[in-house]
């Protein structure tokens, strides 16, 4: 079912009918969903999930809240698949107010300690099912839709998207998303 979906978004987004429908949304009370999602993605792994909000200053903000989730399940599902027993994944989401307070920057930062990525993959990893080879990661599973489908959204949105990983080190990326107040 995962595979048809991701087909579907992809489908979509190729023929320019990916739709963003955004609204009034409380960032808190969407961000409340995550831990226990993120408890069930984890399942039997050893890992250390912390989700963090701070410097909430607008609760409502216009923005699609299905694409946003989307973007984030998407990049913590991948930390939480590539990240070893032992290791950490944070889910960090903030506000930067800037231009007189009148527009919101929605900060999010997604960190892991897992196997992080090689400058060879990180050129290349938005592509349609693009995987990274590897011993380590041939054992987890996916299709390597994922990331195309994260970073079709974010332009769409237009999501800043910044990734800074090194193999062995983990991953963080970076989502800077230009808002305005509902």
Do not use: W
């Not at 808190?28 to 890992?47: A, E």
């Not at 960190?111 to 400058?119: E, F, L």
């Not at 592509?127 to 994260?150: H, P, Q």
């Amino acid at each position: 079912m995962e595979l048809v979906n991701e087909v579907l978004d992809i489908t979509q987004i190729e023929n320019g009918q990916l739709r963003i429908n955004s609204q009034p949304v409380n960032i808190p009370k969407l961000l409340d969903d995550f831990p226990p999602m993120l408890k069930q993605l984890q399942g039997d792994k050893k890992l250390n999930i912390i989700c963090n909000q701070h410097d909430l200053y607008q609760k409502t903000l216009l923005v699609d809240p299905l694409r946003l989730k989307q973007i984030y399940t998407n990049i913590l599902s991948n930390a939480i698949k590539y990240t070893p027993d032992g290791g950490s994944v944070t889910f960090e989401i903030y506000e930067e107010l800037f231009l007189n307070n009148k527009y919101i920057n929605l900060i999010a930062v997604i960190s892991d300690t897992g196997i992080g990525m090689s400058q060879e993959y990180i050129n290349h990893m938005y592509s349609k099912f693009s995987r990274a080879t590897d011993s380590r990661i041939n054992k987890v599973g996916g299709y390597g839709l994922g990331l195309s489908i994260v970073k079709a959204i974010c332009e769409q949105l237009q999501i800043k998207l910044s990734l800074s990983s090194r193999p062995g080190r983990g991953s963080i990326f970076r989502m800077q998303l230009p808002v305005h107040e509902a």
